[in-house]
């Protein structure tokens, strides 16, 4: 069984940055699986923040995160990453790494064919 473990996450000012990294253990081994980042702030639906496949030479952003947020991952750690910067009051979100088996990924839609999910962490922006 695949497992997705977050961290990272805390509380941050407007203007400052975090990296949140997903610890991936199990299943067929992390480089078996597209990686991506969700968030889910009070209130709203869970939406898409950024994946990255396999070889890492593909990856997608929201528009509301692009030019300030960089996936990344680093398949012989285990680990993938999510550094944050300059960020806003409204990127506070419980923040979920997730995840799909390679053969469901397309260029298209990255992350459109997720199973496994974190138990995600806490990301506050506030001054």
């Known amino acids: 069984q695949l497992q997705l473990v977050e961290s990272g996450g805390g509380l941050v000012q407007p203007g400052g940055s975090l990296r949140l990294s997903c610890a991936i253990s199990?299943?067929?081994?992390?480089?078996?699986?597209?990686i991506g980042w969700f968030r889910q702030a009070p209130g709203k639906e869970r939406e898409g923040v950024s994946c990255?496949?396999?070889?890492?030479?593909?990856?997608s952003y929201a528009d509301s995160v692009k030019g300030r947020f960089t996936i990344s991952r680093d398949n012989a750690k285990n680990t993938a990453y999510l550094q944050m910067n300059n960020l806003k009051p409204e990127d506070t979100a419980v923040y979920y790494c997730a995840a799909e088996d390679w053969v469901f990924t397309t260029t298209a839609d990255l992350c459109g064919h997720v199973a496994y999910w974190g138990q995600g962490t806490q990301v506050t922006v506030a001054s």
């Open positions: 199990g299943g067929f081994g992390s480089d078996y699986y597209t």
């Open positions: 990255i496949n396999i070889n890492s030479n593909v990856v």
